[in-house]
């Protein structure tokens, strides 16, 4: 059982982040979870830097998640997430360019593996697998994974041998929706943190933000 495993608790819904996410944030800032995110989609620079400061001088680590994959707006992003102040970029494919500007601004940076050009993933596990040990061999903090949503077999048995064979920590984002899921992810010993965003606004687990916040993080420590 995986007792270290974190929830990074992102403000972001259907992929965006959402309007009201400065004031979601001050209302559940007191709940249990010290990781928070957001992806750079919803936001500009200015309010970028004004969240990721609410979340730091709360005593916040923050992420910024990049779901696209071509290198020019990875590294883009890496530039802005830097700048911002963000500790952890999850996300992009892995490009050295945006290696190098993680390394710049001291920013942990997890990049997707075995994505396809629709930024699915799809490919048999194998494959996956060798991705996942290309990526972390060049150094990079770990990798990661929207894995319930993959369409190339069971998401289960993906991460089965994710956890089997992974040599670093790795993180998974999206579609953690159920207590079931919570269970499963709390058997995978070197996971170390996943994220969850919609789940939260469509009050999958309980009624208010904070509330299934700390509903989680207390679920995860049982």
Request: glycine share 6%.
């Amino acid at each position: 059982m995986n007792n270290n495993l974190d929830l990074i608790v992102m403000l972001t819904w259907n992929d965006v982040t959402v309007e009201n996410a400065k004031e979601v944030f001050l209302e559940s800032k007191d709940a249990l979870a010290k990781h928070w995110g957001f992806k750079v989609a919803g936001t500009t620079t200015k309010s970028m830097t004004e969240l990721l400061g609410l979340m730091k001088e709360n005593g916040k680590r923050t992420y910024i998640e990049e779901l696209d994959i071509d290198e020019e707006t990875c590294l883009n992003t890496a530039e802005i997430a830097g700048k911002c102040g963000a500790d952890h970029l999850l996300g992009t494919l892995y490009y050295p360019s945006v290696h190098e500007v993680c390394k710049k601004y001291n920013m942990g940076y997890s990049p997707f593996v075995a994505l396809d050009e629709d930024t699915r993933m799809r490919r048999p596990i194998p494959e996956v697998v060798a991705a996942m040990e290309e990526t972390v061999a060049n150094d990079t903090m770990g990798i990661c994974l929207s894995a319930f949503r993959y369409l190339g077999g069971e998401p289960e048995k993906l991460l089965k041998e994710i956890d089997e064979r992974a040599k670093k920590e790795y993180y998974i984002a999206g579609s953690v929706n159920s207590y079931e899921r919570l269970d499963f992810l709390k058997s995978l010993k070197k996971l170390r943190a996943f994220t969850i965003g919609g789940a939260f606004f469509e009050k999958k687990f309980g009624e208010s933000f904070s509330e299934q916040i700390d509903a989680v993080c207390q679920y995860l420590r049982k």
